[in-house]
């Protein structure tokens, strides 16, 4: 047989009858845990930058048999904000308040395209938490980064590792892996905040671990005491460009966890408002990241927290990457594109970006939008995965991180 012949013959596709061979023998190699591969239940292969006009076969969800694709989802805050309501209010006349009630009072979103998973895309778990005044959570300490972004006016507070923050509307809160950390409520009225972890990530690579059980940890909730001042990070960290020169930069025991822990929402309004009259990224308009203030990187070595600003009728121009975003609309409102969906967003509501799909995000309203956004990116990157293009409205592509 020639080679041309041969490699005809291995690039044909597979009869039905070869194929539903191929298949009774997977169904009789499974007790023993085996699998073979073939061409019907083979996964795309494509390379996702291939496809200029469409989205392709991994955007467009054909993966591999034991992999679900994240979809493109927008969480209503109208929708989900009641049960919310009803939770706190069923804890709040509980006659006992087990670590369910105090600890875990929370709605955790589900992405449509996993099956049930706890998780928003591949390495990101999402967890709307409400807390009634006098709710503490018991410290702890795990190997997963979380983070909070407070949701209510006032927002409770959160103590990391010896440091108490009082949060407020648009705050972002770190508790890096390996950190201790205990929250509560000592306001009037109940306070929402979102949880986000990389916890998918550290559940795959069979890595993800609480601790409960904090040395000298005091009183019936077991919480830290508080030995900084609020705000000491802040004010050791939170003016660009200086860098204490006088203390550790390490906060727990992680590796690698960004210092400053307690990013104020008022600093990143501020400062995104500051901008609004640059040119700003034709793909993103208005954009800063949260970043370690000792490194310049990523605040976790996995997650990109981002906040960007929406000019009234700006319409950006669309933008594909090989990393999950997730979103938050702190202020204003607007359409976000994506996958042939058009989400039209307002405060409080939530969606996910999967990676591959083209998207563009649109202003709508009369005053600025303000979107918060997490995303896998420093994972993609730290791994040398990350890659994002752009696409003009001529159709022209352009490179933008490779």
């Not at 930058?49 to 679900?68: C, I, K, Y």
């Not at 990393?323 to 967003?345: D, H, K, L, P, Q």
Request: charged share 20%; with cysteine.
């Amino acid at each position: 047989m020639t080679a041309a012949a041969t490699a005809t013959k291995a690039q044909a596709p597979l009869s039905n009858k070869a194929r539903e061979m191929m298949e009774a023998i997977n169904t009789d190699a499974a007790k023993h845990h085996v699998w073979i591969r073939t061409q019907a239940n083979a996964p795309a292969q494509r390379p996702w930058f291939s496809d200029t006009s469409g989205e392709g076969q991994l955007a467009s969800g054909r993966v591999a048999a034991n992999q679900m694709k994240t979809l493109p989802y927008l969480w209503r805050w109208s929708e989900f904000s009641p049960y919310l309501h009803r939770i706190s209010e069923i804890a709040r006349k509980a006659e006992v308040s087990p670590i369910e009630f105090g600890d875990r009072q929370s709605i955790l979103l589900l992405n449509p395209g996993l099956n049930g998973r706890l998780q928003v895309t591949n390495t990101i778990r999402c967890a709307i938490s409400v807390y009634n005044p006098g709710d503490v959570a018991p410290v702890h300490l795990h190997s997963p980064n979380a983070s909070r972004t407070i949701l209510s006016d006032k927002g409770g507070y959160t103590v990391v590792e010896g440091e108490r923050c009082t949060a407020a509307r648009g705050d972002l809160i770190l508790t890096p892996n390996g950190t201790w950390h205990d929250h509560g409520n000592d306001s009037s009225e109940p306070v929402i905040w979102i949880d986000m972890l990389d916890w998918p990530l550290m559940e795959f690579l069979d890595a993800a671990w609480v601790d409960h059980d904090m040395p000298g940890a005091q009183g019936n909730a077991r919480v830290q005491a508080v030995t900084k001042s609020d705000g000491r990070s802040h004010r050791l960290y939170g003016r660009g460009g200086i860098k204490p020169a006088f203390v550790d930069h390490q906060i727990g025991v992680g590796r690698g966890p960004a210092p400053l822990i307690h990013y104020r929402g008022a600093d990143v309004l501020e400062t995104l408002h500051s901008l609004r009259k640059e040119q700003g990224d034709p793909h993103e308009g208005i954009k800063v990241d949260f970043v370690n203030p000792v490194t310049g990187e990523p605040v976790f070595k996995t997650l990109n927290y981002s906040a960007q600003l929406l000019r009234p009728g700006e319409e950006t121009e669309l933008k594909r990457e090989t990393a999950g975003t997730f979103y938050v609309a702190i202020e204003g409102s607007g359409a976000t594109e994506v996958g042939g969906n058009r989400f039209e967003w307002s405060q409080n509501d939530i969606f996910v970006v999967p990676n591959f799909l083209w998207r563009r995000h649109i202003n709508t309203g009369k005053t600025d939008a303000v979107l918060y956004s997490v995303s896998d990116a420093a994972l993609m990157s730290n791994i040398g995965q990350y890659y994002a293009q752009g696409r003009a409205k001529n159709g022209t592509i352009t490179e933008l991180a490779n």
